[in-house]
């Protein structure tokens, strides 16, 4: 079956616009995490759905950053007046494993990377 | 509270020779952990998985790691690299807590091999 499709590819923007990244999960996975990778880094958690609802997004490192998944599949990352330190690939996960089992292994998109010129 | 350490920004290996990849971990409760590999232009790929079943885990591609609790680390070793494991890799601890599941990665291992 088909993996988790992240769109687009590659985004190039000018600071001070507006962004949004989409990702489509695997059928079924209720479970969707958005990460942010910056150049020689690990993933850095943003901001966790089970279902429709965010049920952690203590990672949005401030209020211009916003996410949605109106219907519990896919989802909508959301950047308004981006600036240069915006500038990362930014990371989709799914997982069919609720919150509550230890054991769920996530399933990644190959990202989104964001350049902010 | 959760947090990984890798121990090594950059390991590198000659073709043929072992592999370790050093991973220690703090967390407040009993944790999942978990490899993944990212290969250049690639998606994050799971390597194998810790959850508190058998401490030495077994992974794809002749990879293993083994879990030791009074160490908190969870290294990850291969008897033999080959050029195609070239890649970076990361360490990732998890557990559930108040209704949350949030993986927290370590920075990364870039792996070199030479031939």
């Known amino acids: 079956g088909a993996g988790v499709s992240q769109t687009p590819s590659n985004k190039v923007t000018e600071k001070g616009k507006y962004v949004e990244l989409r990702c489509d999960p695997i059928s079924g996975h209720t479970a969707l995490y958005w990460y942010r990778q910056s150049l020689g880094q690990g993933p850095e958690f943003l901001i966790y759905f089970q279902g429709t609802g965010a049920a952690d997004d203590s990672g949005l490192p401030n209020d211009r950053f916003f996410a949605v998944r109106p219907e519990g599949s896919v989802s909508t990352l959301k950047i308004q007046r981006t600036e240069r330190g915006d500038s990362a690939v930014y990371l989709c996960?799914?997982?069919?494993?609720?919150?509550?089992?230890?054991?769920?292994?996530?399933?990644f998109g190959e990202g989104s990377r964001l350049t902010v010129l | 509270a959760q947090s990984v350490t890798q121990l090594d920004s950059h390991v590198s290996v000659s073709e043929g020779t072992p592999v370790l990849l050093r991973c220690n971990y703090s967390?407040?409760?009993?944790?999942?952990l978990f490899w993944y590999v990212q290969h250049p232009n690639k998606g994050l790929q799971l390597l194998l998985k810790y959850t508190s079943a058998a401490t030495l885990v077994k992974g794809i591609n002749g990879f293993e790691a083994e879990f030791k609790k009074s160490e908190t680390s969870f290294h990850l070793t291969k008897p033999s690299a080959h050029m195609s494991d070239a890649a970076e890799y990361f360490c990732?601890?998890?557990?559930?807590?108040?209704?949350?599941?949030?993986?927290?990665f370590g920075r990364g291992t870039s792996l070199i091999v030479h031939p």
């Open positions: 996960a799914s997982s069919y494993t609720p919150a509550t089992q230890n054991t769920g292994e996530l399933f």
């Open positions: 990732v601890v998890s557990h559930a807590s108040g209704g949350s599941y949030i993986p927290t």
């Open positions: 967390s407040s409760y009993s944790p999942s």
